[in-house]
């Protein structure tokens, strides 16, 4: 139910507008009322941002079970991480109010699709039920069932997305659900197990999916009646019509889905949404795009009383439900509670009333001899003072309109800026909502000019601390800052921004700037060079000098030449960029095993396993000897790791 209708309940009597719940949530309008609760538009004041608040009705919130699925649902939907789910922010209470924190979603539901609409292309139908299934599907694989579902409970935002709402009913699948006298949900889409025992698992969401793809292909709803005794009996003995019949052209494999997930016998549905979604696209995908966008006639509209829409706690009888009569004293309460109520036999003939009727005018002289001389104290006292009414989100117009009919004086007008009041409309009023004042007092109001907005100033060319001064000085914030090359703008100056120079943004914005390293410079190669004529060419360039502090050997490059360098040569860095050099401390040295008189083989065996080269020299003696007349470097003397030892055979 957290979402934005059409045309946002303005009643002035609601004592929740313009109230701060929790010390957090400000009330701003009242969105829509339902059977347990009535959700607002408000305002996280500690966060700045807007939600929906969904406050149990007070009435109900002293009744522990009523409670006790009200927080259920901010567990069960907390634990539904799924874009097509309206999320949970938080849940509490506030005296008597007992409330969720809910996201805001700016759109309006389904019915209010069909209301205005009427039957839907199949394409269109079926681009709302698939994300639908999609969230329910998360439900039933975590445990859930949604218990409730219907047109109300689909949200479609004006960005397009769909959002499935409303998990007030939701119950954990192993959960027992049978009960002995009455089920929760709502008439026209109950599943017949609902009816007969109670049972909800993930097929009676499945069963409710199929009615409501019904009522979007054909703008109406399947089973009808004048009570919702007959709906609930044709629910039972009376399969769901193919949507063709009401809608001629429309494919057959469109009937096929409505009929699968419809079944009476919940065995012969999908299991769960899931199974239910994979059945939709597999369909879907063998309709044309003409079957896709057959065009529903317009007399096909759903402009019906929905008083069968509403969740109701409905007593179970199978098949000979009777409405019970609703005399005339107690007709306006029954409305007001919006609960059907039936009962299977038939019921007996009202009681003749004993003694004369009494009157209005009695019953008013009676309550005034009660209330006595109170009564007069209460009457002088409310001519001397009135309290502030809610002004929050009115208009100037508005807020004036209701100073006047409670008999206060406009004070002063003031103008502030706003993120998240519509421009025009009231922020806050001087004294508060609710505030007891002398009548003909004045109240001042601080009227919203939206968010403010200010143009990024000219920042190429300054030098960083300056951009970032600039950008503060106008109500931004200096963001990222990147750096690159550049010939024309000088190092430690600004680039370019994004957003651009010029351009408006809302206050507080931050603004990337990208700074200049200079003009390049190429990096020489000094790898070989002794330190002092490495450092001296690189300073030259413009780059600083580091030597790492540890050398290295090597048999490549004389002990204190450079022995490699980073960043690579060949690179490019900027002006008074680092390069770092690693020195050379020369080959490593080895001692040379002594090898004469052994064999050609044992003696290379033992110089290569020491770490060097073999080279060997036969000359004309030793070309077909196999000992070690004598070495190049003799035995127990040093040699460069890797170099090469000459061993001379006879």
């Known amino acids: 139910m957290a979402r934005t209708l059409a045309c946002v309940d303005t009643t002035l009597q609601d004592p929740l507008v313009g109230q701060v719940l929790d010390g957090r949530y400000r009330v701003d309008a009242r969105i829509a009322v339902g059977g347990m609760a009535t959700v607002y538009r408000a305002v996280d004041t500690r966060l700045d941002r807007i939600l929906a608040l969904k406050v149990m009705h007070p009435s109900l919130a002293v009744d522990a079970s009523f409670v006790e699925r009200f927080i259920r649902e901010a567990k069960s939907v907390a634990r539904l991480a799924h874009p097509n789910v309206v999320q949970v922010f938080d849940q509490g209470n506030d005296g008597s109010y007992v409330y969720l924190a809910m996201e805001y979603v700016a759109g309006c539901t389904l019915r209010d699709v069909l209301r205005e609409r009427g039957a839907l ?26 218990r409730d579902m219907k047109p109300e409970n689909v949200l479609i935002g004006d960005d397009g997305r769909v959002k499935v709402a409303d998990f007030g009913l939701v119950r954990a699948v192993d959960t027992v659900t049978n009960t002995t006298g009455t089920v929760l949900g709502t008439v026209s889409y109950l599943a017949p197990e609902q009816i007969e025992n109670g049972t909800a698992d993930p097929r009676v969401d499945v069963y409710a999916c199929g009615v409501m793809l019904y009522e979007m292909l054909t703008g109406d709803k399947p089973h009808d009646g004048d009570s919702p005794a007959v709906i609930l009996y044709k629910h039972l003995h009376e399969d769901v019509p193919p949507p063709s019949a009401a809608v001629p052209g429309l494919a057959y494999e469109l009937d096929e889905m409505v009929a699968s997930a419809t079944a009476r016998a919940p065995e012969i549905r999908p299991h769960d949404a899931v199974a239910l979604l994979a059945q939709v696209r597999d369909g879907r995908g063998r309709l044309t795009a003409e079957q896709l966008d057959v065009v529903p006639p317009q007399a096909l509209t759903a402009d019906h009383d929905n008083a069968d829409d509403r969740t109701s706690v409905i007593p179970r009888a199978l098949t000979t439900l009777r409405p019970l009569p609703v005399n005339e004293d107690e007709e306006g309460e029954a409305a007001d509670h919006r609960t059907s109520r039936f009962q299977s036999p038939p019921p007996p003939p009202p009681r003749r009333r004993s003694g004369p009727r009494r009157g209005p005018l009695a019953i008013v002289v009676a309550v005034l001899l009660v209330l006595g001389l109170g009564a007069g104290v209460w009457y002088i006292n409310s001519g001397q003072f009135t309290e502030v009414p809610p002004l929050l989100a009115k208009t100037q117009a508005q807020a004036e309109d209701r100073l006047e009919d409670a008999g206060l004086d406009l004070g002063k007008v003031e103008h502030a800026y706003s993120d998240t009041v519509d421009r025009g409309t009231v922020i806050s009023s001087d004294p508060k909502t609710g505030t007891r004042i002398r009548g003909n007092d004045s109240v001042s109001l601080t009227i919203s000019d939206g968010p403010r907005n200010v143009r990024v100033p000219a920042l190429a060319g300054q030098k960083l601390d300056e951009a970032r001064s600039l950008l503060k000085d106008d109500g931004l914030e200096p963001g990222m800052v990147t750096r690159e090359f550049s010939e024309d703008v000088p190092k430690g100056s600004v680039i370019s921004a994004r957003p651009a120079d010029g351009t408006k943004v809302r206050a507080g914005t931050a603004v990337a700037l990208v700074v200049s390293k200079g003009s390049p410079i190429d990096i020489p190669d000094v790898t070989g060079a002794d330190l002092a004529d490495a450092r001296s060419e690189l300073e030259g360039a413009g780059l600083k000098v580091k030597v790492a502090a540890e050398q290295v050997n090597s048999s490549e490059f004389d002990k204190g030449q450079i022995v490699k360098q980073s960043p690579n040569p060949g690179g490019r860095a900027a002006e008074g960029d680092t390069v770092t050099l ?27 396993g020491a770490g060097f080269q073999v080279d060997e020299d036969r000359g004309l003696l030793g070309l077909f000897g196999d000992e070690v007349k004598s070495q190049s470097v003799e035995g127990g003397q040093t040699a460069p790791k890797g170099s090469t030892i000459t061993i001379k055979i006879r």
């Not at 994300?131 to 439900?139: D, Q, T």
């Not at 690693?582 to 290569?608: F, H, Q, W, Y």
Request: aromatic share 2%; charged share 25%.
């Open 121 to 146: 292309q199949p394409r269109a139908a079926l681009d709302i039920l698939e994300p639908v299934l999609a969230a329910l599907g998360a439900a039933h694989r975590a445990g859930f069932v949604h």
């Open 582 to 608: 690693t020195v050379s401390k020369g080959p490593e040295m080895i001692e040379v095993p002594d090898v004469v008189g052994d064999s050609v083989e044992d003696a290379t065996r033992t110089l290569e």
